[in-house]
């Protein structure tokens, strides 16, 4: 193995020692810059790994959270490695060219991990503003639903409201109907029973009329044969008052002449002689 291989590979290990807490031997000064490298080419990793993780940040707002803390962790890593890099920069101010390869290093080092802050809060800030944005969304949705279902609800009233007046107003046309029917059935029961009663009025008119027709009619017949038997008497009794005057004269004219014969048969009756 060589000699740049292995200065790599211990570079590594003193990265991930540096990871873990513990505190790792100085760099010899050769390995300087292998060091920066690597903790640059870490903070890129670091960086590229929070803003995969943060990029997902506005799918849901469960995940947000959870790519916050991925985002935290990154920062932590970051702020580990900004540790290493300062701690390589105090190990490399044993060499002047060291040192200045490692400021530089380390200036990159930072604006990266600067960046890194800026992109991780952007992103933060992006998720708190999706975050925002569905809550508002959900609550317009909320409102919305609430103001159809309201709608829906005032819909269903008017028309129960409209089907129930409708009941009403068809129940009071149908008593009135009934009222009218029944009104004008009694109009007909009383026309129907004033004209029965008109005509058996009539007929009992009728027929007292006749009666008394009838009556008249034999009182008239009645007057008339009593006339005519009183004639018939009154002729009757003219006719036997004639007869008994016409008999007492025949008697007074015979007893006349008889009287007269016996006057003449007298003989001192000087006309008799």
């Known amino acids: 193995m060589s000699k740049k291989a292995k200065s790599k590979s211990k570079t590594k290990l003193n990265i991930k020692k540096s990871k873990k807490g513990r505190r790792a031997a100085p760099p010899k000064r050769r390995k300087v810059a292998v060091s920066i490298s690597a903790l640059e080419a870490a903070a890129t990793k670091a960086a590229d790994f929070a803003a995969k993780h943060e990029a997902a940040a506005a799918e849901s707002k469960g995940a947000a959270e959870q790519r916050r803390s991925d985002a935290d962790a990154a920062r932590q890593e970051v702020t580990k490695l900004e540790a290493a890099a300062k701690k390589a920069k105090r190990d490399a101010a044993k060499s002047a060219a060291a040192v200045k390869e490692a400021n530089n290093r380390a200036a990159k080092l930072d604006a990266l991990a600067k960046k890194a802050r800026r992109e991780a809060t952007g992103r933060e800030a992006a998720a708190e503003r999706a975050r925002l944005a569905a809550a508002e969304k959900a609550r317009r949705e909320a409102a919305q639903q609430a103001k159809r279902e309201a709608a829906e609800k005032a819909r269903l009233e008017a028309i129960e409201r ?33 004209k029965i009663e008109a005509a058996e009025r009539a ?16 009182e008239r017949e009645a007057a008339k044969e009593a006339k005519r038997e009183a004639a018939r008497v009154a002729k009757m009794e003219a006719s036997a008052q004639a007869k008994r005057e016409a008999a007492e004269k025949v008697e007074a004219e015979r007893e006349a002449a008889e009287r007269a014969e016996r006057e003449a048969a007298e003989p001192g009756n000087p006309g008799g002689r």
């Not at 409708?166 to 026309?191: G, M, N, T």
């Not at 009992?204 to 009619?217: G, H, V």
Request: charge should be positive; proline fraction near 0%; avoid cysteine.
């Open 162 to 194: 409209a089907k129930r007046k409708a009941a009403e107003k068809a129940e009071r046309d149908a008593a009135r109907k009934a009222e009218r029917e029944a009104a004008r059935q009694a109009k007909r029961e009383a026309a129907e029973k004033a």
């Open 203 to 218: 007929q009992r008119e009728a027929a007292e009329k006749a009666e008394r027709e009838a009556a008249r009619k034999v």
